[in-house]
């Protein structure tokens, strides 16, 4: 009976451990993250946005640290201001919550007050409120 259970046990941890993402190396997430930012900084409109959306995933399903992409902030934060479609935009505001640094968040909110774009500003007022929500601290901006 007991080999049963450990048995049990065996498949279960093996089964759990196997399901966890394979994280990549130091060297490979500095080179990764490099390679966004220079994708984020490039003069190609769909480079902006794939590379903005490809930093989100990556943080969002436990591959990168938020630590390990946070070299990308201030592209994030230029084309978040910058960007010439609001498609780009909208990916580097989605970017910049899923970093998760004060100084993106509160960007974030002041596109969602003052941006004239309705569309890129109604998608940073829910990041905006769902990163407070989430982390339960205090709105800065209110709407």
Same mark, same amino acid.
């Given at each position: 009976?007991?080999?049963? %259970?450990?048995?049990?046990?065996?498949?279960?941890?093996?089964? #759990?451990?196997?399901?966890?993402?394979?994280? %990549?190396?130091?060297?490979?997430?500095?080179?990764?993250?490099?390679?966004?930012?220079?994708?984020?900084?490039?003069?190609? #409109?769909?480079?902006?946005?794939?590379?903005? =959306?490809?930093?989100?995933?990556?943080?969002?399903?436990?591959?990168?640290?938020? +630590?390990?992409?946070?070299?990308?902030?201030?592209?994030?934060?230029?084309?978040?201001?910058? +960007?010439?479609?609001?498609?780009?935009? =909208?990916?580097?505001?989605?970017?910049?919550?899923?970093?998760?640094?004060?100084?993106?968040?509160?960007?974030? +909110? +002041?596109?969602?007050?003052?941006?004239?774009?309705?569309?890129?500003?109604?998608?940073?007022?829910?990041?905006?409120?769902?990163?407070? #929500?989430?982390?339960? #601290?205090?709105?800065?901006?209110? %709407?």
């Amino acid at each position: 009976m007991k080999a049963f %259970f450990f048995i049990v046990l065996l498949l279960f941890s093996v089964q #759990t451990l196997s399901a966890q993402p394979a994280g %990549f190396s130091a060297e490979k997430k500095s080179a990764i993250a490099n390679n966004l930012v220079k994708a984020i900084n490039s003069e190609n #409109t769909g480079l902006h946005t794939s590379g903005a =959306i490809v930093l989100a995933d990556l943080i969002n399903e436990s591959y990168m640290d938020r +630590g390990d992409a946070s070299k990308a902030m201030i592209p994030l934060l230029r084309l978040l201001k910058n +960007g010439e479609t609001e498609k780009e935009r =909208i990916a580097a505001a989605v970017a910049l919550y899923q970093l998760g640094n004060p100084i993106g968040i509160f960007q974030l +909110g +002041g596109v969602a007050r003052f941006d004239d774009n309705k569309k890129v500003a109604a998608v940073c007022k829910n990041l905006y409120y769902t990163y407070h #929500t989430l982390n339960g #601290t205090e709105y800065l901006v209110s %709407f």
